[in-house]
Structure formats: structure tokens, C-alpha cells
């Protein structure tokens, strides 16, 4: 094992007054009790998962570096082709992630890849996945997850027909080697929080309205910003009835290849650039009942649902990029040198090394808190999301201030970080929407406080 380089300002690590020399020297039964292996962080935490999730957290990390490291700047740097046609290296990348299970997980096997042991963990599995993809590249991430994201109306629904029509084609598709991607559609050019968040919602005039024509839905309007969705071939598209509401939102499939659909434009990106972000406009798309999803008027709830299970894989997501800005920093600190010292040789730099392994640590604490529910509840997935993603952004701020001028530069990987973390404060709600969505699923219990507080001030009213 390579010997550590010592640190300015520490005892080495073979000291005698190191903590581990200190400990290791004590008789066994104190060792047993207080002497513990030198680990890093990422392998103390993997050992501390449930035996199926620190497999696929190990699994996961041996993919990302295999297949994800070599294609960032290529992904990165380079423009997306015309409507409908792959990047470079993309489709292959699909068909590995799929070969590795990576496509098909959210659903247990047979049918999908995720043993029926890891099922029990649905959404702690997807936080994985995405912190591990994403501290190697959030781009690449964000453009294997969203079809996942395509996938969960579906799965969701409890229909039994949208899972043998839509879903069981996506995932016999996938193992057989062909990239079937799906996509998730709610937001209209002028809904994003609206599409996200119910007060919004009773007030907003739907943009994407489907009209009852000769026994079939006819779906006219634009959705913007749709993740993937130049090229996937199936989508979930929310739309409303004609002279309804949002509360009339039903889920509808629509594939690329129906009439009436069209790929408008796609947008010029700041971060994730791997994966694209298109403007879909559907004119007249006429689609069958069968490709009602769940029933009509339940695409609300099926959205909200939805959004419960995403909103902690986005949180992963913000640890994967904190984690990543820190090895970053590191690696600066360990190699950058001001005059005759390195960076790290510098307690204030120490000080601010020990910051940043707390604050991932911190959200990781908590993603991995909420994700540990079968179910998600929305105050527990929305809370997770803005504080992970706003404690990220900062992570990496601390890590570019460390880097100083260098921290602008592309070829410091840091550049893009802070370019893929801001995203992540934006999508599945902003951090604001997030934070009006934890107040508005502890309504009932402001509601007794209220009501304590009346029953109190009228006591006191009383006394007086
Ligand atoms: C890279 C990327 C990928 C995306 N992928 C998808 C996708 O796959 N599918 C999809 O459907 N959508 C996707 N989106 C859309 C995304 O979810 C929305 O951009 C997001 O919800 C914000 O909506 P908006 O941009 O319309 O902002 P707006 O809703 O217009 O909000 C503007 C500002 O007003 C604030 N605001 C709004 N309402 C309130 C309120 N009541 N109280 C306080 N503040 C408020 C917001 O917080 C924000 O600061 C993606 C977006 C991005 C950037």
C-alpha cells in the first residue's frame, strides 16, 4: 500500500501520537471496541448500505468510470445533430447502459433488471445510480435517467394495460439491443412551476389541450425543455381536455412517428450538455384511448406522484457533483504548489477540505434518510431536493475558490460541474417550488399548530 505523503501542520500517519498508530497499539479487546480499518469515505459508506444496494452502488461506479469518463468533453463540447438523429457515441452508450442493467432497473426482474431484493428500495436505488453516474458526468447521467423519468407515469399508474402496450415493449426492446428511450412531457412554454405546484396549477390556463374528434383525442400545443426528447421513441405527454382545468390532466403516450407530431427545436444548453433538451409541438396528434394512461383526468396525480419519486434522484444527482467537486479540490490542493508548499500544506486550506467532505456528507446523510421509503412522501423528496442542490452549488463554489483562476478554465473538469450542479436547482421544480411543496404537505400539521396557537391566545385572552 502507497504511504501517505504527510501534511503540513498534522502528525503523519505513523506517529505515535497519530490517532491510528494511537489506536492500533492498544491490547485487542480495545482494539476490537475503538481501532477501525483505514477505508475511504465512499467504501465506509458502501459498506454501510443494505447488502443489494452497496452491490449496484459498486456495480454503478465500475460503469460510470468505464463508460462515461472517456466521453465527457466529447459529450460536452460538441453541438447536438439534427431532430432526431443520435450524437456520436450516444446510442452506443445506451445499449452498455441497458446490457448493465441500467436502463430496465426501475422495474424488478423478470420483467426489468433490479432484483427482487433491491426492488424493496425503489427510489434509494435510483439515488445511487444517479450520484454515481453524475460524479463522473452529469451530462451522460441526466441522458440515461430522464427515460426512467419517461418510464414512471406507467409504472405508476397501476394500469396493467399501459404496462403490456408501453412498457413491456420498452423494456424487451432494450434487451434485445435496441435503444428504445422514453421521455417525460409537463412543461409548457408558459408552465414550469405550474406544471409542478397546485396553486399554480388552479390558476394556470393549459397549454397542451386534447380535444375529443371522431372517437379519439386530438392534442394540440408545445412542450418545452423535454429531456431526451429528440430522440426517444415513446412519451408521456400531460395534457388537459379541451374546456378544463389542470385538474383534467391525463397522461397520454405519443410516439414520434404519430401524425401531427413534431421535434420544433432544441435548446442551446449551459450544463448537462449530453443530453438534449427539446420543444415538442404537437398539431392535431391524434391518439387512441388506449394510449390513455391510468384514465382520463388522473395525469395530475400521476404527475405529482411522479415528481415524489424523481425529486430525491435529483438530490442524488447534487451529491454526485458536491463528491466530484471535492475530489476535484483535493487532487488541486494535493499538487498545486505556493512557493515552496502545496495548497494542502495550508491549514486554511485544510479547514476548507474537512468543509466540503462535510457538506456531501451531510446531504448524502439525508438523501439516503428519504430514499429509504418504499413510498416517498413529497415534504421528505422536495426538502432533500432544494437543501442537496443548494448545499451543492456551494460545495462547488468553495472548490472554484480554491482553484482560483484555474477553476475557469475547460480542461479543470470543475468548470463544468458548476455548469451541470445550477441545473439542478431548475428541474423537477425550482428550489423555491420545492420549498413551497414541503409547506404544502405539512399543511395538517400547521393546521394544529394554528389551532393550538388560537386555542392558546384565546386562553390568554381569557385570563386577562
Ligand atoms: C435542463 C432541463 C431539463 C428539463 N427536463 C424536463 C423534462 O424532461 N420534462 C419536463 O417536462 N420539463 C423539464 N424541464 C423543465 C423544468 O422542470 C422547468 O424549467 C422548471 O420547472 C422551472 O419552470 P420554468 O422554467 O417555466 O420557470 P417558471 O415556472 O417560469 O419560474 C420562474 C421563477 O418564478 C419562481 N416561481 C414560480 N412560481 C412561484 C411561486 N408560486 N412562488 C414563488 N416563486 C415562484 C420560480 O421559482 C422561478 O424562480 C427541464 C428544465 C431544464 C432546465
Wanted: some cysteine; proline content about 5%; glycine content about 8%.
Amino acid at each position: 500500500m502507497a504511504i501517505p505523503m504527510p501534511i503540513a501542520d498534522q502528525v503523519p500517519a505513523r506517529h505515535r501520537l497519530s490517532v491510528r498508530r494511537a489506536l492500533s497499539e492498544l491490547d485487542w479487546s480495545s482494539r476490537a471496541l475503538v481501532d477501525y480499518p483505514a477505508r475511504d469515505l465512499w467504501e465506509h459508506d458502501t459498506r454501510r448500505l443494505p447488502r443489494p444496494l452497496a452491490s449496484w452502488r459498486r456495480h454503478l461506479r465500475r460503469f460510470a468510470h468505464e463508460h462515461l469518463a472517456p466521453g465527457i468533453d466529447r459529450f460536452d463540447r460538441t453541438e447536438h445533430p439534427a431532430a432526431g438523429q443520435w450524437r456520436p457515441g450516444m446510442r452506443e452508450l445506451v445499449l452498455r447502459a441497458a446490457d448493465a442493467g441500467l436502463m430496465t432497473d426501475f422495474f424488478p426482474s423478470p420483467l426489468g433488471s433490479a432484483p427482487l431484493a433491491r426492488a424493496r428500495y425503489p427510489v434509494w436505488a435510483q439515488t445511487l445510480k444517479t450520484e454515481e453516474l453524475a460524479s463522473v458526468c452529469a451530462g451522460q447521467m441526466l441522458a440515461l435517467c430522464a427515460h426512467q423519468l419517461g418510464l414512471a407515469p406507467m409504472a405508476l399508474s397501476g394500469d396493467l394495460r399501459a404496462m403490456r402496450n408501453f412498457v413491456y415493449p420498452v423494456l424487451r426492446d432494450l434487451h434485445r439491443g435496441e435503444p428504445h428511450l422514453c421521455a417525460y412531457a409537463i412543461t409548457e412554454p408558459g408552465a414550469g412551476s405550474d406544471a409542478e405546484e397546485g396553486h399554480g396549477a388552479s390558476l394556470y390556463r393549459p397549454g397542451v389541450v386534447a380535444r375529443r374528434r371522431h372517437g379519439r383525442w386530438h392534442l394540440n400545443g408545445r412542450k418545452v425543455f423535454i429531456s431526451g426528447g429528440d430522440v426517444a421513441r415513446t412519451i408521456a405527454v400531460f395534457a388537459a381536455l379541451e374546456g378544463e382545468g389542470m385538474d383534467s390532466w391525463t397522461c397520454f403516450i405519443v410516439h414520434p412517428h404519430m401524425p401531427g407530431f413534431r421535434m420544433a427545436r432544441l435548446e442551446h444548453k449551459m450544463g448537462m450538455r449530453a443530453c438534449s433538451a427539446a420543444e415538442l409541438e404537437f398539431d392535431d396528434l391524434a391518439v387512441p384511448d388506449s394510449h390513455v394512461v391510468g384514465g382520463l383526468r388522473r395525469g395530475w396525480a400521476l404527475n405529482r406522484a411522479t415528481l415524489n419519486f424523481s425529486r430525491a434522484p435529483v438530490a442524488g444527482m447534487a451529491v454526485g457533483l458536491a463528491r466530484a467537486a471535492t475530489e476535484i479540490a483535493m487532487d488541486f490542493a494535493c499538487t498545486r504548489r505556493l512557493g515552496a508548499h502545496r495548497l494542502v500544506d495550508f491549514q486554511e486550506v485544510q479547514l476548507q477540505l474537512a468543509q466540503m467532505v462535510a457538506e456531501t456528507t451531510a446531504i448524502r446523510s439525508m438523501v439516503w434518510q428519504q430514499a429509504a421509503d418504499f413510498t416517498p412522501r413529497q415534504a421528505g423528496a422536495s426538502l432533500c431536493k432544494f437543501h442537496a442542490t443548494d448545499t451543492a452549488q456551494h460545495v462547488c463554489e468553495m472548490a472554484m475558490d480554491l482553484l482560483g483562476g484555474e477553476s475557469l478554465l475547460h480542461q479543470q473538469r470543475i468548470e463544468k460541474v458548476f455548469r451541470d450542479v445550477r441545473l439542478t436547482r431548475i428541474f423537477e421544480g425550482t428550489n423555491q417550488i420545492n420549498r413551497l411543496a414541503v409547506i404544502e404537505d405539512m399543511q395538517e400539521e400547521l393546521g394544529r399548530h394554528a389551532f393550538q396557537g388560537e386555542n392558546h391566545s384565546g386562553g390568554t385572552h381569557h385570563a386577562r
